[in-house]
């Protein structure tokens, strides 16, 4: 089956750094998502690793290992806005339809 | 980037009427969107796929019956739940792809809150 799981919950200190993970199962891959949404809100996209690496952008980066079906999320000098939920995910058959995982809750205290 | 509304952001309804959900892309035309439904502290599960111009495709276990799609325009898709009950009470969002950005990006609506009394 398709699935990717990630902790539930994640606590972190204001300005610290906070890694979030995410492994998969798929029969086929064609990347990994990450999306943040705040509580009652709409997820909003962060990043896409279409190959092994660290990708990225401002104060997040997204690493992916493809050998390994794993990736993660890093959060640099956190932010109390940035305590939300963030969902890995993966393109189903192509670039289109979507699977999110099952979501940690970044909880970022001061 | 590209916008997604829905409408309403908040709707209570009796059990056994139907309640519609438009989701509109705002600045950019949109041959398929998606439809998710979200329970609370759980994750966004797929429920269909919008179509412009043909029949939706569903997930399996979400019945086309009760979750009526109609894609009737390139920035227009609706989800009509059809005699509605309290286990429909769910916060169901819309998206639509980012086209031919090639990172997998997905605009998604605001969301709209369902209370089934």
């Known amino acids: 089956g398709q699935s990717l799981e990630q902790p539930s919950e994640v606590t972190a200190v204001e300005g610290a750094i906070v890694q979030i993970n995410c492994t998969y199962q798929?029969?086929?891959?064609?990347?990994l998502s990450w999306y943040q949404q705040h509580d009652g809100g709409a997820p909003t996209f962060l990043s896409y690793n279409a190959l092994d690496g660290l990708e990225e952008t401002g104060r997040f980066s997204s690493f992916l290992s493809r050998s390994d079906s794993y990736g993660y999320l890093l959060l640099q000098e956190l932010q109390m806005k940035d305590s939300a939920s963030y969902f890995c995910a993966y393109p189903r058959g192509g670039y289109q339809k979507v699977t999110f995982g099952t979501g940690t809750k970044l909880q970022v205290i001061p | 980037g590209a916008v997604v509304s829905q409408h309403p952001s908040r709707v209570i309804c009796k059990s056994g009427t139907s309640v519609k959900i438009e989701c509109r892309s705002l600045?950019?035309?949109?041959?398929?969107m998606f439809w998710y439904r979200q329970f609370p502290k759980q994750s966004l599960m797929l429920m269909a796929t919008s179509n412009e111009g043909s029949k939706a495709t569903y997930e399996q276990g979400v019945e086309k019956d009760k979750f009526l799609i109609n894609h009737a325009s390139l920035t227009l898709s609706t989800l009509t739940v059809t005699s509605a009950h309290p286990e429909d009470s769910s916060f169901y969002i819309c998206?639509?792809?980012?086209?031919?950005?090639?990172?997998?990006?997905?605009?998604f609506g605001p969301g709209t809150r369902l209370t089934v009394l």
């Open positions: 798929t029969s086929g891959f064609y990347g």
């Open positions: 600045d950019f035309q949109a041959t398929t």
């Open positions: 998206s639509a792809p980012a086209g031919t950005s090639g990172n997998n990006e997905q605009f």
